[in-house]
């Protein structure tokens, strides 16, 4: 047996003893309630912080940063891979689940992480790639020999190297020792684990059902590598790809089904660890057992109009020109927080290590606050890509790095300071896992520190706002008071437990008036955050007057 799974068992052992005498002292704590408050910081470790001068971040760099971020506000980290890899796409091609890649540092670094964020009211979650590892993990180079062993089956093989494609999937030819060609997940060193067939075609018999020996085998792995790193303390797992474990499952129904029993083995052994997905489908993903799912820009348009172009000729909302439509978002975002509302949080990020351009490109600082405004004071649980709270810009023309393409120009290091290398590591500059911008207007965070309205103390003072008020929580009932297509401003309650608070915002370079709905009864408003004096009382009701890049956040009193 592997020596790190066997400590892992023992471990599991102990820990399950221990939580079975405490079952009656206490009632455990609920990943649920500690999200309700959560605003997360996205890391991408070998970009963040590099500690020993190598040039690529590490652990020890995160921890090093732990009290920056929380005095940002943050209560929860999300790593993205940080296990042994080749790293021929960032780590998101896996050669050992139960090691701490030795670039970023060692399992007790990992777990002094855990700790350390814990002692400032922090939860850390990992990036769990579940369909697919590299092609240089150990239960591939067994399953690709001839000989049948126990790994033979936890691959999806056709049934002969003659087999050269497959309906919808990707076929790699004659790259094994067995008579066999293997299925990708995403690039052709990432063979897809094999989770088995909803919908096995009887014409392929290399199709295995779910509940065939080898998906079988497959799962109760998957489990017991959450169950290695729930012990070390993580917090939870945001799973990569998660709605594309199980092959032919036209409605999701069977990859669905698989993450209900995930989570209710979770309920019973680790209530207060969470489960993220990257599915982008809410409606699917959290009735089905995720306490969250991402709405990302590949595929919710609404989603990816609020920051980004989604056609040449189409305005972003968040746009001095005024020519965005909140619509394309709330169209696609209201049914989906309506199906979801009171089973789990949809969270909205900034941006990710995926997306390009970042939210920083082509804004100012107030346009900066105007968006964070928007993304702290809505439904759900916030994510902040990494840079994305000072405003830190894409990279263009950069070569691509470890997988990276067209996204590589979003992962460059974060931007500390003014010194070599924004203070993100002693290397020298050629040594850098990416190159530091070398523009003069560059931001950093020790350049915003002290300036009372920059972005870094916006998005501050905007998550202090959150933590402070119960209806800007996870959970507070989000209800739309205006939004019109080529409209301005766009209107917006949040209530919970008889707290009501109005956020209005205007993105663009006019102002903006206009009356509230009648059915907006305040006999007063306190300004929380933003524009002072924003709204005025009338006797036909409530105006809201918003110069050009402006918000406002009020109390109704």
Request: hydrophobic share 40%.
């Amino acid at each position: 047996m592997h020596p790190i799974r066997l400590f892992a068992y023992t471990a599991m052992a102990t820990v399950l003893v221990l939580r079975s005498l405490a079952a009656s002292a206490e009632v455990p704590a609920t990943a649920s309630s500690w999200l309700e408050s959560a605003v997360f910081y996205e890391i991408y470790p070998q970009s963040f912080r590099d500690s020993n001068g190598d040039g690529i971040g590490d652990l020890r760099g995160v921890i090093g940063k732990l009290p920056y971020l929380h005095d940002l506000g943050v209560t929860g980290l999300w790593l993205n891979p940080c296990f042994e890899s080749p790293f021929r796409d960032a780590g998101y091609d896996v050669s050992d689940f139960y090691k701490v890649a030795p670039r970023y540092g060692t399992n007790e670094d990992l777990r002094n992480l855990f700790a350390e964020a814990r002692k400032l009211g922090m939860h850390v979650m990992l990036d769990l790639v579940a369909g697919h590892t590299s092609d240089q993990h150990p239960w591939f180079r067994e399953s690709q020999r001839h000989e049948r062993n126990r790994y033979t089956d936890w691959y999806i093989w056709t049934n002969s190297v003659w087999t050269w494609s497959a309906p919808n999937q990707q076929v790699v030819v004659g790259a094994a020792e067995r008579d066999a060609n293997y299925i990708p997940n995403f690039f052709y060193f990432q063979p897809a684990l094999n989770y088995g067939y909803a919908q096995p075609d009887p014409k392929a018999p290399w199709q295995q059902p779910v509940d065939a020996p080898g998906p079988q085998a497959v799962r109760a792995e998957l489990k017991n590598i959450m169950r290695f790193w729930f012990d070390l303390g993580a917090s939870g797992f945001r799973v990569d790809m998660a709605g594309s474990l199980v092959k032919n499952d036209p409605d999701g129904r069977a990859t669905a089904a698989l993450w209900h029993e995930f989570r209710a083995w979770m309920d019973r052994e680790y209530p207060d660890r969470a489960l993220v997905s990257e599915w982008s489908s809410p409606q699917v993903a959290i009735p089905n057992g995720f306490h969250m799912d991402f709405l990302l820009p590949f595929n919710k348009p609404g989603y990816a109009s609020l920051f980004r172009k989604t056609a040449p000729d189409a305005n972003p909302f968040f746009d001095r020109s005024g020519r965005g439509d909140i619509r394309k978002f709330l169209d696609e975002f209201e049914p989906l927080y309506a199906a979801t509302k009171r089973q789990g949080f949809i969270a909205i990020p900034t941006g990710n290590h995926d997306t390009v351009p970042r939210i920083g490109d082509g804004r100012s600082g107030r346009d900066l606050a105007v968006a964070h405004a928007f993304l702290l004071t809505m439904p759900g649980v916030p994510f902040i890509y990494y840079g994305d709270e000072i405003g830190q810009r894409s990279t263009e023309g950069l070569p691509s790095k470890e997988g990276g393409f067209g996204r590589t120009g979003a992962r460059t290091p974060m931007q500390w300071d003014d010194s070599r290398n924004a203070g993100f590591s002693t290397a020298p500059a050629d040594r850098l896992y990416l190159p530091v911008p070398a523009a003069e207007d560059r931001p950093s965070v020790a350049a915003q520190r002290d300036v009372p309205d920059s972005a870094l103390n916006t998005v501050r003072a905007l998550i202090a706002l959150r933590h402070a008020h119960p209806a800007l929580g996870a959970s507070g009932d989000f209800t739309t008071i205006m939004a019109e297509a080529g409209k301005l401003p766009f209107v917006y309650e949040r209530t919970k437990g008889g707290e009501r608070i109005l956020v209005a915002l205007n993105p663009s370079a006019q102002p903006c008036e206009a009356r509230l709905p009648a059915e907006v009864n305040a006999a007063s408003l306190r300004a929380l955050a933003g524009e002072t004096a924003a709204f005025r009382r009338e006797a036909q009701g409530w105006m809201v007057n918003l110069p050009p890049v402006s918000y406002a956040v009020v109390k109704v009193e």
